[in-house]
């Protein structure tokens, strides 16, 4: 079983297409979406997390692709700029997954990357930019 | 019994003990504050956070041939700056942001740039674009101006902050349906997070509630250099409700600022961008308290469990400026990163950064110790809890129209 990290960007004519029905259904994969939204002018953004047997995945990625879907692998996406950040705290109340924590004693926040799913919340309440979103 | 003038003679021959705001808690617990007050010279104290109500004033120098700014308009970086004052002084205002910024027309805003950036990226050495368009006068013929400056290219560059250092503030909620974006951060619905903003034990009023050694003339750290209050803060308002201890149980007293910015540094003074609400100034401020007696030391080794705060809901108590607090908690409860307001459990986060706050007070400790930084006996007190000072509301008055003749 392979776990991967991907954002989807579909076009306006593939928003009606019912493509996590068909990756759970005709792929079988472990569906988790972890983020989505639709823009003013109906372009999709999805981000999924996906488990599934290596070969399954791949075929899975394959259709995207074929679809006309953009993927890409959500490895490098938030990145914490240490020197910006004043460990105010601010983004940790709002971070769903605690990837954004406070040590107690110095009262310094840490970023936990494997524990990010990339919702922004972070980068919308970082004050001083400290968080950067790269996709 | 101390006075100032023998505790800097300690200094001088570096043998004054100086703690921080911390450090005098455990020395209190442990020994007494009578010992602690004959012992300690002085307690060193630090906040770093969001202040607005900063600013910066330059004299960018003349031009050949003259222009006459005052009266002009001048954009630094595209920021906006305020010309009603002589021929080439300006000033910058930490909350100023370029005529172009969309603002809030897609909500919400992110207002990425603004006077706070100016002031951040001047005093990290670094150029900004002076563009200017003046009237032209007899004597000031030039109307207009673009070039590149630094701090270095000019006269005086002065740090003048007319509200900084809020002796205690509202912890912020948010009790509506949908998310709110405030000056306090991003506030999840149904009380969904709580977000509060002072160094608590450590920052400088709330170490010196009574305003006993804090006044007008005191030098301070500002802004990674120093500095001197100059005046009481704007909305200064010592006569609210405090604790047995005379610690206020909500937003109190304020300091004026004043320093020399081209000796401060830019980790010390943050560009700061709050969504869907502004732009602003983070400041780090550092002020020594000179262990007079026994009540200077009972009050500056006051601790986070002894201080309280105002739980304010944001989506309509605060804007509508009506309703009461839901709730008081102490410093130490919200350093934990959970509350508990009607028997909802909320997660907890600071706007000030307690971390940077420790770090001041470490500098301001060590600059004393060194014998480089000496301590000052006010030139004035600020009003205090006899002053009678009221704080008062906009009372709005209509304006009748005369017709023109």
Known sequence: ?135 | MKTIEEINEKIKKGKALVLTAEEIIDFVREKGSKKAAEEVDVVTTGTFGPMCSSSAYFNVGHTKPRIKLGGGTVYLNDVPVYTGLAAVDILLGATAIPDDDPRNAVFPGQFAYGGGHVIEELVAGKEVRLTAAAYGTDCYPRKKLETRISLEDMNEAVLFNPRNCYQNYNVAVNVSDRAIFTYMGVLQPRLGNANYCSAGQLSPLLCDPLYRTIGIGTRIFLGGGTGHVAWQGTQHNPCVPRTELGVPRMGAGTLAVIGDLKQMGSRWLRGTSFRGYGVTLTVGIGVPIPILDEEVVIHAAVRDEDIVSQVVDYSETYPQREGESLAEVTYAQLKTGEISINGKKIHTASLSSYAMAREIAGILKDWIQKGEFLLTEYVQQLPSLDSGIVFKELQEKPIRFKKAV
Not at chain 1, 11 to 23: F, M, R, S
Not at chain 1, 71 to 91: G, I, N, P
Not at chain 1, 103 to 118: Q, W
């Open chain 1, 1 to 135: 079983m392979t776990t991967t990290k991907v954002v989807l960007r579909f076009p306006p004519d593939l928003t009606d297409q019912p493509i996590t029905y068909k990756l759970i259904k005709e792929y079988d994969l472990m569906v988790n979406i972890l983020r989505g939204h639709i823009t003013p002018k109906e372009e999709g953004m999805l981000v999924l997390e996906l488990t599934g047997a290596k070969k399954k995945l791949e075929r899975g990625m394959d259709y995207l692709e074929k679809l006309g879907v953009e993927t890409q692998r959500l490895s490098k996406d938030v990145k914490w700029l240490k020197e910006r950040c004043t460990h105010c705290t601010a983004c940790t109340a709002l971070c769903p997954t605690q990837a954004l924590w406070i040590d107690r004693d110095t009262m310094t926040v840490g970023f936990e990357k494997d524990k990010c799913i990339a919702c922004e919340m972070c980068v919308t309440v970082c004050p001083y930019s400290a968080m950067e979103l790269l996709f």
